[in-house]
């Protein structure tokens, strides 16, 4: 790609290129990195944009710059070209990401019982035994109610039906 000059471009010129070419063409005259804010203001500048296009614009520069090759993010918002530091291109060109190693079933197995998730099964089996155990007893306590169930007879043979108020009284003094 041919460099571009900025300074000897016409208007028309300029307002032909894109965003991201003015970019690139900026970095490369003034051989310096740039916070985004400020690329923008100077790109307003040599463009002569509006306030209107900015805003409609401004999120496709941030796009281009992120996925255009050409340039690096320096961390707190500032931008430079990836030319300037070689070291950090081939470091990146060099180091492929790392695949996590798969787990066997055993380490699966120790995760699952170190998180908790088994005693759960043990809590069920307690709770269901628990709850057998008081199921028996109500059991047990309804057969003993059905032996002290009376019949009138059996309680009741040793008082008269002729039995009044006063004979009771007289039999406590």
């Given at each position: 790609?041919?460099?571009?000059?900025?300074?000897?471009?016409?208007?028309?010129?300029?307002?032909?290129?894109?965003?991201?070419?003015v970019t690139y063409?900026?970095?490369?005259?003034?051989?310096?990195?740039?916070?985004?804010?400020?690329?923008?203001?100077?790109?307003?500048?040599?463009?002569?944009?509006?306030?209107?296009?900015?805003?409609?614009?401004?999120?496709?520069?941030?796009?281009?710059?992120?996925?255009?090759?050409?340039?690096?993010?320096?961390?707190d918002n500032n931008?430079?070209?990836?030319?300037?530091?070689?070291?950090?291109?081939?470091?990146?060109?060099?180091?492929?990401?790392?695949?996590?190693r798969k787990k066997?079933?055993?380490?699966?197995?120790?995760?699952?019982?170190?998180?908790?998730?088994?005693?759960?099964?043990?809590?069920?089996?307690?709770?269901?035994?628990?709850?057998?155990?008081?199921?028996?007893?109500?059991?047990?306590?309804?057969?003993?109610?059905?032996?002290?169930?009376?019949?009138?007879?059996?309680?009741?043979?040793?008082?008269?039906?002729?039995?009044?108020?006063?004979?009771?009284?007289?039999?406590?003094?």
């Amino acid at each position: 790609m041919c460099t571009l000059n900025l300074k000897e471009m016409k208007k028309d010129e300029l307002q032909e290129l894109s965003m991201i070419e003015v970019t690139y063409a900026l970095m490369k005259e003034k051989r310096k990195p740039y916070n985004f804010n400020d690329l923008v203001k100077e790109i307003v500048q040599i463009k002569q944009m509006t306030k209107k296009d900015v805003n409609e614009r401004i999120s496709f520069l941030y796009t281009d710059l992120n996925i255009d090759g050409r340039f690096l993010t320096l961390g707190d918002n500032n931008w430079g070209l990836k030319s300037w530091y070689p070291h950090e291109q081939s470091e990146e060109e060099i180091t492929a990401p790392v695949n996590p190693r798969k787990k066997t079933a055993k380490e699966e197995e120790d995760d699952l019982m170190v998180d908790g998730f088994d005693g759960f099964d043990d809590e069920f089996e307690d709770l269901e035994d628990e709850l057998d155990e008081i199921s028996n007893e109500e059991d047990a306590d309804e057969e003993d109610d059905t032996d002290d169930t009376f019949t009138e007879k059996d309680d009741l043979d040793g008082f008269d039906d002729d039995d009044s108020e006063d004979d009771l009284e007289e039999e406590e003094e």
